[in-house]
């Protein structure tokens, strides 16, 4: 096992390691040596073997089965999709946890002033009514980012898309994503037995001549993300999105082409809101979610466009949760239009392009220059996406692995890790060195633990 292995630290060890899980020469339930027949095969001390094992579990590749031994780990937690199960994350619990692309809990506005405006009971007495409430439907109509021709609210960001979906594709379509992007895209890509089309993008969002490409294959939908793209941090200006509308209006293979644009950092985005909707009204359904920005667990989120898709969406949730809690609804438009609530939901955008600049000019110190990122995520690359989870491990943070991200045909190569550079309140320093280490080509033998 241990043939090729020419250095002997712990950091080379767990490394070394790291790389056979990754190349699948240890499979999931294979058992690893004991730490003392490891460090007699090796020529070192069990102290050292020792500190690669921690290593390893705690960036989740190995698990302790005490006196049975320790092994690969397997995969855990069946009910969840398969890209999604790698980022669930199912190791020793990390100093800093970097790995979950959620907000910073911190920075979610108080529900107390909108939970005591919303009436203690649920008053709803029909089945029948309309699915949004009039109030909040304007609310929403007046920040929407261009004109829409009917709007609707469901339960969280993935709702929306996976309703879209299913309301304008068919087993067997093709679809067109952006690549990196939100694993769960593809988990329900798969699900619905439609086939993803990659496309490249790059600081201002996807690149034209990639789609240019892609509307060759005749696909029925476009799924992309105009602001704080999941993992870059990305956002699309209006120069390219109106550039993008006018590839797809003049290319003769996207007749019946729709956008689905996830907005679901937009209240977070220091950028400018942009949808395709403005040039191309009678093909987008915008979503807008409000998780990033207001909590998680509200689960919801505003979904609109050309009225006959949206109806469509309607009519299908009819028949299944039938609508979006108007409690709910309720908390959202007392926190969409309550004076402090709207200042939270400000300095938690400010918070979070402040944590960004911070960790990406530390990271430019140590030698690491990156574009900027919107939103809470950053995309870094490194030179080994295992050996890096493994030296991050050890210095005490958790990030995401890159290749679920991908959306080649092999879950290897992305050589990236996506970073959640919005929990990063303090120690920017600290965490850029321990990050700027693990981009590097080789492997560093010292970096600072996060206490």
Do not use: C
Not at 141 to 159: F, I, K, N
Not at 349 to 374: C, H, I, M
Request: aromatic share 4%.
């Amino acid at each position: 096992m241990f043939e090729q292995l020419t250095e002997r630290s712990p950091d080379a060890i767990a490394g070394y390691l790291a790389r056979l899980i990754s190349t699948g020469e240890l499979a999931p339930g294979d058992r690893l040596p004991t730490v003392r027949e490891a460090a007699s095969a090796l020529g070192v001390s069990p102290a050292t073997v020792s500190q690669s094992w921690q290593a390893l579990s705690r960036a989740g590749l190995i698990t302790s089965r005490g006196r049975a031994g320790s092994f690969v780990s397997a995969e855990r937690r069946e009910w969840l999709p398969p890209r999604t199960l790698w980022l669930a994350g199912h190791g020793e619990p990390a100093r800093l946890d970097l790995s979950r692309g959620a907000p910073d809990p911190s920075l979610l506005p108080s529900l107390t002033r909108a939970l005591g405006r919303v009436s203690a009971r649920a008053e709803t007495t029909s089945y029948h009514e309309a699915p949004v409430l009039p109030e909040l439907g304007r609310v929403l109509q007046e920040r929407w980012p261009a004109a829409s021709e009917s709007l609707t609210v469901v339960d969280g960001a993935m709702d929306a898309v996976s309703r879209s979906l299913e309301a304008v594709a068919r087993f067997g379509d093709r679809v067109i994503v952006e690549s990196p992007a939100f694993p769960p895209f593809f988990d329900l890509l798969e699900t619905l037995g439609l086939e993803r089309v990659p496309v490249g993008l790059d600081a201002d969002g996807i690149l034209p001549g990639d789609l240019q490409a892609a509307l060759r294959l005749k696909p029925t939908a476009l799924l992309l993300q105009p602001r704080a793209q999941n993992p870059t941090g990305a956002s699309m200006t209006p120069e390219r999105a109106e550039e993008l509308a006018r590839v797809i209006s003049t290319s003769r293979d996207a007749d019946d082409l729709v956008i689905i644009e996830d907005d679901h950092s937009g209240a977070i985005s220091t950028s400018p809101d942009v949808s395709l909707g403005r040039w191309l009204p009678d093909r987008v359904l915008h979503v807008q979610s409000f998780s990033k920005s207001h909590g998680p667990d509200l689960r919801i989120a505003a979904l609109g466009g050309p009225g006959h898709l949206v109806d469509r969406v309607v009519a299908r949730r009819m028949l299944g949760p039938g609508w979006t809690s108007r409690m709910t609804q309720g908390i959202l438009f007392e926190l969409l239009t309550d004076g402090s609530s709207l200042d939270e939901v400000a300095e938690a955008r400010r918070q979070y392009d402040s944590r960004q600049r911070s960790l990406r000019d530390a990271l430019a110190g140590f030698g690491v220059t990156l574009p900027r990122a919107d939103g809470i995520n950053l995309w870094l690359p490194v030179a080994d996406e295992r050996s890096a989870l493994v030296q991050l491990a050890a210095a005490g943070i958790r990030v995401a692995p890159g290749a679920p991200f991908v959306a080649g045909d092999s879950a290897r190569g992305a050589d990236h890790v996506r970073v959640t550079a919005g929990m990063v309140a303090e120690e920017a320093p600290a965490v850029a060195s321990a990050l700027a280490a693990a981009a590097l080509p080789t492997p560093s033998a010292a970096f600072p633990l996060l206490r």
